[in-house]
């Protein structure tokens, strides 16, 4: 990539997010490895899972194949993901029907969920967004809805409290969002389905 801009204004986006935790009384600074060797890594991944799509295409395999049956616990001291999901909400403050809609929308509430670009487990969490959040096992059911609802929030507190933003940026990245909502069809239709279900949910539970 010959623009460095990109990684500057992610540079930007983290110090903001660091300047928010701040401000809300948190002392431990959390670490962010370098988006650029991240990029460099998944576009590295992103080929190498090319090449491995087009032998399988070659010798008439299907795409749709599961690698490595996923590792699905629920290592909780709660008793059910709808108790998990209630104190993922309490914790960050988020309304457990708006984690609900995000997890509805992302996995159809399938804790084995991995998709084609490699976004795991319930929320769909991308393996660098994983270890940012310090989700050892995106499968491990409380460990993704935490860090999933942890990353919600930290979105949302980015952009002011911007809901459509916030979501945006969980599915297309914060990078993409400096600008306002991205013109990309996946991404809008994320952020209405979410809404959508999220009114849903909240109904259901009046």
């Known amino acids: 990539m010959e623009d460095n801009s990109v990684f500057q204004d992610i540079d ?18 959390l670490y962010y490895p370098s988006f650029e060797s991240i990029y460099n890594r998944a576009m590295d991944k992103n080929n190498q899972n090319k090449k491995e ?24 001291n709660y008793s059910s993901t709808e ?22 929308q992302e996995s159809n509430f399938n804790e084995k969920a991995v998709s084609n670009k490699g976004a795991m487990g319930l929320m769909q969490l991308m393996p ?4 940012l959040l310090n989700v050892g ?11 999933g609802t942890k990353y919600l ?5 980015l952009y002011n409290g911007n809901l459509n933003k ?7 990245g914060p990078s993409r969002v400096n600008n306002g909502i991205p013109e990309i069809p996946e991404t809008k ?14 109904k259901t539970e009046e």
């Open 83 to 104: 108790e998990i999901i209630k104190k993922a909400s309490e914790k960050y403050k988020i309304p457990d029907e708006l984690i609900k809609a995000v997890i509805k």
């Open 166 to 172: 916030a979501l945006a940026a969980y599915n297309a």
């Open 189 to 202: 239709n994320f952020i209405s389905s979410v809404i959508e279900y999220y009114k849903k949910f909240s």
């Open 153 to 157: 929030r930290d979105l949302i507190d």
């Open 137 to 147: 096992n995106p499968f491990d059911i409380e460990e993704n809805i935490f860090g």
């Open 12 to 29: 930007r986006v983290i110090s903001r997010i660091e300047e928010i935790r701040r401000r809300f009384g948190y002392k431990k600074k």
């Open 128 to 131: 660098d967004t994983a270890k």
């Open 53 to 76: 799509l087009d032998k399988n295409r070659a010798s008439g395999k299907s795409d749709n194949k599961q690698v490595n049956k996923p590792e699905v616990k629920n290592n909780s």
